[in-house]
């Protein structure tokens, strides 16, 4: 199988190679199968991309956003969620209740490669389109409008790829589309805009970081509306597991990402 992605969407292959390694580990922390089985048929050499310290903050915003999810899916089971940039994320295995509906939605290379990648699944609909645009919104806003229920929005790895402008423009199509809505959005902060070309995974493809911010209320500035709720840095889980990860907080507090969460 060929793979045929842009620069942004070449990113979504770090993620995968981690999550497969980690997976094979005797006492993972995050098990997925079809990482595993993506980097072994589509022969995905993982050296570029499976770095210590990537692997260690890959791992914890995978632990802290399923936490986040499936707390949100507790007091909103009939929930829609989003997964903005999706790539090759397995989340909806790890998190469904068995009563939610899941929305895959990225650009048309990912989708059509995830489409190789996963069967078809009840209660998961993958969508080709820009957050950008608002083509995707009505498939969406149709499913909350038959369930009557919340929605949630998930962008992991996409805010540093999209300049402040093209933020606003997302938030903008959010807010206008699904009101009432949350967003948990992974963040990054100016130095790691700046420091780019030295980051362990990412300086091993043609993507570019656009922007990063201090604190989630940067964010909810940018759109009238928009609430910034709380945010937490992926050191909180980093630190648990290793003296490296725990030095890093220590010393660095402020330079990992963070998971920060919008209402409208």
């Not at 509906?101 to 990912?110: G, V």
């Not at 989708?111 to 993958?126: G, N, P, S, T």
Request: hydrophobic share 40%.
């Amino acid at each position: 199988m060929t793979i045929n992605l842009g620069d942004v969407e070449t990113t979504a292959l770090i993620p995968v190679a981690i999550k497969a390694s980690e997976s094979l580990r005797k006492n993972p922390r995050v098990r997925d199968d079809v990482a595993v089985e993506m980097v072994k048929t589509l022969g995905i050499n993982t050296a570029p991309f499976d770095k210590f310290m990537s692997h260690e903050g890959v791992i914890a915003r995978t632990v802290m956003l399923d936490r986040m999810v499936k707390d949100f899916i507790t007091k909103n089971p009939e929930a829609v969620i989003v997964n903005i940039g999706a790539g090759f994320d397995n989340r909806f295995s790890r998190v469904d209740n068995g009563r939610i509906f899941w929305f895959d939605l990225d650009l048309r290379d990912s989708i059509e490669l995830r489409k190789k990648v996963f069967a078809e699944r009840e209660r998961v609909c993958m969508i080709s389109g820009s957050v950008l645009e608002e083509g995707w919104c009505a498939s969406v806003k149709a499913e909350c409008e038959k369930r009557n229920s919340k929605v949630l929005f998930l962008a992991e790895g996409l805010f540093m790829y999209l300049t402040l402008e093209e933020i606003t423009k997302l938030l903008f199509v959010l807010k206008t589309n699904f009101p009432g809505g949350t967003l948990i959005a992974e963040q990054n902060n100016p130095l790691m805009v700046k420091n780019q070309k030295y980051h362990d995974t990412v300086k091993n493809t043609s993507a570019v970081f656009k922007s990063g911010t201090w604190s989630g209320q940067e964010i909810a500035d940018l759109c009238e509306g928009i609430r910034f709720v709380e945010e937490h840095s992926f050191n909180e889980e980093m630190k648990k597991h290793s003296v490296r990860g725990w030095l890093f907080a220590k010393i660095l507090p402020k330079m990992n990402d963070r998971w920060a969460v919008f209402e409208w």
